[in-house]
């Protein structure tokens, strides 16, 4: 039996999305298990469940872009005077699970209206901005954000209009020197709980903890969770895409055989259907997409900075994108079946030097980071 629905976020078909929870739950536990119909409190789910074996009770909750799931099992009290003259027996079994919010939690929920979102700034002190992630990588439950330039990288949060530094290190101190730079140096970053991958052109790629500590080395420069890109000094540029981690010999088309801008995100659609997007951009300023079986598509005029994700977690995926042009702009478009929909654009004039998206926090709703000048937008 599930609870009824608890979230910070309004959610019209709450009691469905708790009811479909406690079906899995009752999936997974084997062919005696099954689910009630109903979301109850606990103490009437412990009436109703007096003549079954066990009571197993999912506690269903939406807090801060995270779908949390507690279950635990009761023994059941079969006679009606033994459940009122006796204590509740406590639970036997526990086990809790959380997973960000996705388009397929998102259905349960108001849907996020891209067109409305806003734009806040903040300053930061970084120069040669190379990179930048965002995440919750210390578990607080509040995004972190992490900045690479060509001499460090600092971790912090967004507070009162600036970007507060809280962690800082110097590559020196992290990884050594790429012994074939490219000219113009490349940089990469992307960030989940207890793990900042990160690595430059300039130098090693390697994953840090959330002191900034390195843990082990990446076989390439990470583009996407688990997928890196491997660097072609030759030509100036990148030429695939690999897995990660060592001895993961898998590999992946670009759609391209060369290319100096790369995102890869992997999403949910509404029915919880996995889909990978990918985009890589060829130095003419040409982007080939791709996503799922989709045929390739191609959109002209696209600056050095990409980044996908979903921002309004309805299974189509977003793509933020900086302009080949003096007077930047920063575009967001969705990505649907016919091609690149233009949702959002806000003009860059100081020039886009990184972006990055956030998973969701506050309200429920993912987020765009965009490294401007001496400013982080933030746009949600």
């Known amino acids: 039996m599930a609870s009824p629905l608890e979230s910070d976020v309004p959610a019209p078909k709450g009691e469905e999305l708790a009811l479909k929870v406690a079906a899995l739950v009752a999936g997974k536990l084997g062919p005696n298990a099954r689910a009630h119909d109903k979301t109850l409190p606990l103490a009437s789910a412990r009436g109703v469940a007096s003549r079954s074996a066990n009571l197993v009770f ?6 801060k872009g995270q779908l949390r799931v507690t279950a635990d099992e009761f023994p059941t009290v079969a006679n009606p005077w033994d459940r009122i003259r006796l204590p509740p027996p406590p639970p036997s079994a526990h086990a809790f699970a959380s997973a960000p919010i996705d388009a397929e939690i998102r259905t ?10 806003q734009l806040h700034k903040a300053k930061h002190e970084e120069t040669d901005v190379l990179a930048a992630a965002c995440g919750d990588v210390d578990g607080d439950g509040g995004l972190d954000l992490l900045i690479a330039s060509k001499t460090r990288v600092v971790l912090g949060k967004l507070k009162q209009g600036a970007f507060s530094a ?9 990884v050594g020197r790429a012994p074939i730079p490219m000219r113009e140096p490349l940089g990469f970053a992307t960030m989940s709980q207890d ?9 090693a790629s390697v994953w840090l903890d959330g ?19 491997r660097a072609a000094p030759e030509t100036n540029a990148l030429a695939e895409l690999i897995g990660c981690n060592e001895g993961d010999a898998m590999t992946w088309s670009a759609g391209v055989k060369s290319f100096d801008a790369v995102s890869v995100f992997d999403a949910a659609d509404t029915l919880g259907t996995s889909l990978r997007a990918t ?19 191609t959109i002209d005029g696209v600056g050095a900075q990409v980044a996908l994700g979903d921002l309004d ?19 967001i478009s969705s990505l649907d079946p016919g091609g690149a929909r233009e949702r959002l654009h806000f003009a860059a004039p100081d020039g886009i030097r990184a972006l990055c998206m956030c998973p969701p926090e506050d309200r429920g709703a993912p987020a765009l980071v965009a490294i401007v000048g001496a400013e982080v937008w933030l746009v949600r």
Do not use: F, M, Y
Not at 169 to 174: D, E, L, S, T
Not at 198 to 203: E, N, P, Q, S, V
Not at 283 to 291: A, D, I
Not at 314 to 326: I, K, N, Q, R
């Open 58 to 63: 999912v506690k269903v909750v939406i807090d």
């Open 108 to 117: 349960a929920l108001t849907p996020v209206l891209l067109e409305q979102a």
């Open 166 to 174: 809280q962690k800082i290190a110097p590559w020196r101190g992290i």
């Open 195 to 203: 793990r900042i991958s990160i690595g430059t052109t300039d130098r």
């Open 211 to 229: 002191s900034l500590a390195p843990r082990g080395s990446l076989r390439g420069l990470p583009v996407g969770l688990d997928v890196c890109a």
């Open 279 to 297: 985009v890589a951009r060829e130095p003419n300023s040409k982007l080939h997409v791709r996503v799922g079986d989709r045929p390739d598509k």
């Open 313 to 331: 977690q309805d299974g189509v995926p977003e793509l933020a994108w900086s302009a080949d042009t003096d007077a930047d702009v920063l575009t």
